[in-house]
């Protein structure tokens, strides 16, 4: 049986709730959802497309802390405030994830933590 590992990145954003940043089993990362937040919690300024990098670097560094990183993704949700921001997260995400294409989803929802615009998750695997 595998064994579940908690990992909180020590230069990460502080978690907006009682979980870790992600959990690494079975040579996978389970990566709790990010938002636009610098590591001491402040939301950070600008408009969809700063949140969504901002949540990507999020995201990148619990991927570090977890032996992985951007390139090892599987799976990413992303969930946004309002579907009419859609294309520019788009533009943003293809920008930073490049070439490499995981499969995804893409889920409108009511409110998010902190009142953002946009909070994203992922799956990946460890790097070899």
């Not at 990010?34 to 991927?63: F, R, W, Y």
């Not at 090892?72 to 009419?84: E, N, P, S, Y």
């Not at 933590?113 to 992922?122: L, S």
Request: proline letters at 5%.
């Amino acid at each position: 049986m595998s064994s579940l590992k908690s990992i909180t990145a020590l230069n990460g954003p502080p978690a907006a709730g009682p979980y870790c940043h992600a959990v690494v089993t079975s040579g996978m990362v389970f990566c709790s959802g990010q938002i636009p937040v610098d590591k001491d919690g402040n939301v950070v300024e600008g408009d969809i497309q700063a949140h969504t990098k901002q949540c990507l670097k999020n995201l990148a560094i619990v991927l570090q802390a977890s032996g992985s990183d951007l390139n090892h993704v599987a799976k990413v949700t992303i969930f946004l405030a309002d579907m009419g921001d859609f294309a520019k997260v788009n533009e943003t995400y293809a920008e930073i994830f490049g070439s490499h294409k995981p499969a995804r989803a893409c889920v409108a929802v009511k409110t998010l933590p902190k009142n953002v615009d946009v909070e994203i998750e992922c799956i990946a695997v460890v790097a070899q």
